[in-house]
């Protein structure tokens, strides 16, 4: 069997441009899906699996880890930068997605068969609105209880908020108080049977986000993410060990080296490795052996499209220290029309079972794709009061 073709289909939808990767091969109708999905970089991806595809082509698509070898190590450059490591994931989850094929099995059969009988989603405020998960104001507590009330209304048992607003270096109490009223008014519309996640999406410096944390402590989150810049390895550690609260991070890491650091720095509880950005299963195993040694949970980063969602729940359902699936529901009204999806989603609890299916369990619309071309992402941009600029 041989790699005939490496495509990119990009479908905009809205914040992102999805990047489905599908890699064709010589055998009748036999083709694997992947997801490079790597938002406001998508003209960078599609030319990244272009520049890998001609390694590719040729070879036996079933030598996964060999070829994954090859974009790695191969034309001189080390695959860790994101857009490179982002390509290689797309084309990886369209290999193991084929081998799934081969051998008619679900992928997560491929690594030792289920070890949970169902995973639990999570889903932002808004169900992955755009609009309203980024920009609903801190200063409207009120308004975070009401979305809080209606994702438990939609069944789900946990949802993640960016209740942390943008700050410089230093402010003074108020942004830290506001931050304190929403999580307070979630919590106390929901109660204590529902997890709540805040996302600080590394926006403060650690000297404030060992402030939010520690404000947010009392609260019972579930975990709070990035709570200041991932370089940041001694500031994610200090405030790891000021406060109760589970840290989560690690989305914007890309390869094996890199979350070695973060768990030998003991900087995280909850490691949100992203499979479409951080060079597939193949390298999100390895991640996840490690995480395993260091006795380090894993919540994989996917707000992205319908692979890589398909993605994070083979490979859930193959890794014991797996808690929960980010999912979004509702970033556009026709990701349904896009991909077929093979996993059972109970809507009521908001749990899924395990696809029975080969591979991922996808099928892409390609025709449905066709109608959503290539737009320019939203630009998101933050400037601080005086005019300098800020994390996003
Ligand atoms: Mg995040």
């Known amino acids: 069997m041989k790699i005939v073709a490496i495509e990119t289909l990009v479908c905009h939808a809205?914040?992102?441009?999805?990047?489905f990767v599908k890699v064709v091969t010589d055998q009748d109708g036999l083709v694997g899906w992947g997801e490079a999905t790597?938002?406001?970089?998508?003209?960078?991806?599609?030319?990244?699996?272009?520049?890998?595809?001609?390694?590719?082509?040729?070879?036996?698509?079933?030598?996964?880890?060999?070829?994954?070898?090859?974009?790695?190590?191969?034309?001189?450059?080390?695959?860790?930068g994101v857009v490179r490591a982002t390509a290689i994931a797309g084309i990886d989850l369209a290999l193991w997605d084929i081998v799934g094929k081969v051998h008619g099995v679900p992928c997560h059969e491929l690594w030792g068969g289920p070890v949970r009988d169902f995973i639990r989603l999570y889903c932002h405020l808004g169900g992955g609105n755009m609009d309203t998960f980024y920009n609903t104001p801190v200063d409207e507590a009120r308004r975070f209880a009401e979305l809080a009330e209606q994702a438990v209304a939609e069944g789900f048992t946990a949802f993640k908020a960016m209740a942390v607003p943008p700050t410089m270096p230093l402010e003074g109490l108020k942004p830290?108080?506001?931050?304190?009223?929403?999580?307070?008014?979630?919590?106390?519309?929901?109660?204590?049977?529902?997890?709540?996640?805040?996302d600080c999406h590394a926006r403060p410096s650690p000297a404030m986000g060992r402030q939010f944390a520690q404000a947010l402590d009392p609260l019972g989150l579930y975990f709070l993410e990035e709570p200041c810049w991932p370089e940041s390895l001694d500031g994610l550690a200090a405030i790891k060990q000021s406060v109760s609260t589970p840290i989560a991070t690690g989305e914007r890491l890309t390869h094996l080296a890199a979350f070695r650091d973060l768990f030998a720095a003991q900087a995280?509880?909850?490691?949100?490795?992203?499979?479409?950005?951080?060079?597939?299963?193949?390298?999100?195993?390895?991640?996840?052996?490690?995480?395993?040694?260091?006795?380090?949970?894993?919540?994989p980063h996917n707000p992205q499209g319908p692979v890589s969602t398909a993605a994070s729940l083979e490979f859930g359902f193959s890794q014991p220290s797996?808690?929960?699936?980010?999912?979004?529901?509702?970033?556009?009204?026709?990701?349904?029309?896009?991909?077929?999806e093979s996993y059972?989603?109970?809507?009521?609890?908001?749990?899924?079972?395990?696809?029975?299916?080969?591979?991922?369990?996808?099928?892409?619309?390609?025709?449905?794709?066709?109608?959503?071309?290539?737009?320019?992402?939203?630009?998101?941009?933050?400037?601080?009061?005086?005019?300098s600029v800020g994390d996003w």
């Open 268 to 299: 995280c509880d909850v490691c949100q490795l992203d499979i479409t950005h951080c060079g597939g299963f193949s390298e999100a195993r390895r991640i996840a052996a490690l995480a395993e040694a260091h006795r380090v949970a894993l919540a």
């Open 38 to 80: 790597l938002e406001w970089h998508t003209r960078g991806i599609t030319g990244a699996v272009e520049d890998l595809a001609q390694l590719l082509i040729g070879e036996d698509p079933t030598r996964v880890e060999f070829l994954w070898q090859m974009m790695w190590r191969q034309h001189f450059w080390h695959g860790q």
């Open 176 to 198: 830290i108080m506001m931050a304190e009223r929403c999580v307070s008014a979630m919590r106390n519309a929901v109660g204590e049977g529902i997890d709540i996640m805040v």
């Open 322 to 340: 797996y808690l929960i699936c980010e999912s979004v529901h509702a970033d556009v009204p026709w990701r349904a029309d896009v991909v077929q």
């Open 344 to 387: 059972q989603l109970d809507k009521t609890t908001r749990t899924v079972k395990r696809n029975r299916k080969p591979g991922l369990g996808v099928s892409i619309n390609e025709a449905e794709v066709r109608k959503h071309p290539f737009q320019q992402e939203v630009l998101q941009r933050v400037f601080y009061q005086d005019g």
């Open 14 to 19: 809205r914040m992102r441009n999805w990047v």
